[in-house]
């Protein structure tokens, strides 16, 4: 069985993670924006 | 090899993942971006006949909506795997009040500083507080819930 702190700081890696490619993503929006819409 | 396979499979689930959250806010990103251009425009706007309008429509808005509607669909297929195969938080539960605060955001950005230079906009402030409440109240819902699974 994983000790509650591991699986909590596994889900804080995770969330750590999904910013970061959400920040990505929100730069890759406004980038696809400008290059189709102008 | 067996164990190399399942890291294999592990390390391809999280890079979908990653490329499903990204697609998302990718998504997000586009609508608010063209409930922007529109705004900027007054809301209206028309190809043929302008006098309809308040203006001629920005070229390529409807595939610009189209790769929104593509990422959102990509972002749920990819999360939806990525995050079972990893047994990783499914954050698809954010979707929705994300985009509903960001469009929220904007109207009232438009409605107190109009783009079309009106003193205050007060259709788009309206549906500002409107998405607001749409957008913050799932949100709310679902932070309290867990809360008290925690508990």
Known sequence: ?38 | MVRSGGVLRRAFAAAVLGLGIAAGAAAITLLSMLLRSSTAIGGSCADGDAALADGPCRSHTGAALLIAVACALLCLLAVSWGASVLGAPRPLFLAWPVLALTLGWNFLRDGFDPPMGEGLALGYVVGGVVFLLLGAAPLLLRLSAARDVDR
Not at chain 1, 16 to 30: F, K, S, T
């Open chain 1, 1 to 38: 069985m994983t000790p509650s702190s591991e699986r909590s700081r596994s889900r804080t890696t995770w969330w750590l993670y999904y910013v970061v490619v959400a920040v990505l993503g929100i730069y890759g929006g406004v980038a696809l924006f400008d290059w189709v819409v102008g």
